[in-house]
């Protein structure tokens, strides 16, 4: 009888453990960012910064702010090619 009864708290604990155990993705993402200048080393507001996937050929595009400053997120792991237009 009692051997049962390991076997079962056994069995019942297993269970428990693995139902209430935290189940933890994983996301694996880049990101592109940068500052575009013109040749004399000043900011360039408003250009469109394209990132190109060279596989896939999916595109993202930012603008840039008053700084020249962009940021393009969430890029899954590949070949890019970034063209900026002004």
């Known amino acids: 009888m009692s051997k049962w009864l390991v076997v079962v708290c056994c069995a019942v604990f ?6 209430s155990s935290p189940a933890y993705g994983q996301a694996v993402y880049g990101n592109v960012f940068g500052t ?3 040749p004399s080393g000043a900011a360039v507001s408003g250009a469109t910064v394209t990132v190109t996937d060279v596989r896939k050929g999916t595109t993202d595009t930012a603008t840039t702010n008053a700084e ?3 940021t393009v997120t969430h890029l ?5 090619v970034v063209k900026v237009e002004a």
Do not use: H, M, R
């Open 68 to 70: 020249g400053n962009y």
């Open 36 to 38: 575009v200048t013109d």
């Open 76 to 80: 899954i792991p590949d070949e890019y």
């Open 14 to 19: 297993c269970a428990v453990s693995l139902i």
